[in-house]
C-alpha cells in the first residue's frame, strides 16, 4: 500500500515563475514532513521540513504547506530557476518510530 | 562537519554472486541509519534502518541483510544476486533520537547480469 503518493510524475515550468509540488498521504500519524531534491546519479538532498504542528515553513525560495485535514503537503519555490530542475521526493514519519516513507518523486523542468 | 561515504559507486555482479556495500559516517556519535534502493522509475524503498549497534530493523524480506559491526559503519549484504536486486542503492544517517532530516550518500548504481 502506498502511503505516500505523488501523483505527477512530471511538472514543466517556465523560469521566474512559481513551481508547485504535491503529495498526499493516508496515515494521520505522520507527524514530520520533508521535501528532498535528487540528480541523477545522486543521493537526494534534504531542502525543507515541517512539524503537524505548524501550515507554513518557510527557506528562501522554497515554502512547504502541510494540511492535515487533506492529508496533503505541497512544495512552492518562487522564483523557479533552471538548476531548479530535478526529482523532487516527499518523505514523512511518525514520531518514534524511525521509518521515513517516500513519495514516487515528480520530474520538474524549468525552461529558461 | 558530518560526512558520509558510500561505496562502490557502481558495481556490475552475475546473478548469484554475493554483495556487500559498505557505508560509513564521520562527525557523529550514535546516528540512525538507513538503507534505500530506488528501481528504476520508481521512488525510494526503505530497505532496512538501524538505531544502534547490532540492531536492524528490516523492512523488505527479500535475499538481502544488513549489519552494523560499528557505531558508524553500516553494510548491506547478499549472498546471491537476482537480477531483481538491480537499482540505485542508497545509505543515510539521522541524528538519534529526533525528528531531523535524513541524509544522503552518494549511492551506489547496481547492475545485476
Known amino acids: 500500500d502506498q502511503q505516500v503518493k505523488q501523483n505527477s510524475p512530471s511538472l514543466s515550468v517556465q523560469e521566474g515563475r512559481i513551481s508547485i509540488l504535491n503529495c498526499d498521504y493516508t496515515?494521520?500519524?505522520?507527524?514530520?514532513f520533508l521535501w528532498y531534491k535528487k540528480y541523477p546519479a545522486e543521493g537526494p538532498t534534504f531542502l525543507i521540513s515541517?512539524?503537524?504542528?505548524?501550515d507554513k515553513n518557510e527557506d528562501g525560495r522554497f515554502t512547504v504547506f502541510l494540511n492535515k485535514s487533506a492529508k496533503h503537503l505541497s512544495l512552492h519555490i518562487v522564483p523557479s530557476q533552471p538548476g531548479d530542475s530535478a526529482v523532487y521526493f516527499c518523505?514523512?514519519?511518525?514520531?518514534?518510530?524511525?521509518?521515513?516513507?517516500f513519495g514516487t518523486g515528480t520530474r520538474l523542468k524549468v525552461l529558461a | 562537519s558530518q560526512t558520509i561515504h558510500q561505496w562502490p559507486a557502481t558495481l556490475v555482479q552475475p546473478v548469484g554472486s554475493p554483495l556487500s556495500l559498505e557505508c560509513t559516517v564521520e562527525?557523529?556519535?550514535?546516528?540512525?541509519l538507513y538503507w534505500y534502493r530506488q528501481a528504476a522509475g520508481r521512488g525510494l524503498q526503505l530497505l532496512f534502518y538501524s538505531i544502534g549497534i547490532g540492531q536492524i530493523s528490516s523492512e523488505v524480506p527479500q535475499n538481502l541483510s544488513a549489519s552494523r559491526p560499528q557505531d558508524r559503519q553500516f553494510i548491506l549484504s547478499s549472498k546471491k544476486l537476482l537480477l531483481s536486486d538491480s537499482g540505485f542503492y542508497l545509505c543515510?544517517?539521522?541524528?538519534?533520537?529526533?525528528?531531523?532530516?535524513?541524509?544522503f550518500g552518494n549511492g551506489t548504481r547496481l547492475t545485476v547480469t
Open positions: 518523505a514523512t514519519t511518525t514520531s518514534g518510530t524511525y521509518k521515513y516513507i
Open positions: 543515510a544517517w539521522k541524528k538519534g533520537a529526533t525528528n531531523s532530516p535524513l541524509h
Open positions: 515541517i512539524s503537524s504542528i505548524k
Open positions: 496515515n494521520s500519524m505522520f507527524d514530520y
Open positions: 562527525g557523529t556519535s550514535n546516528p540512525n
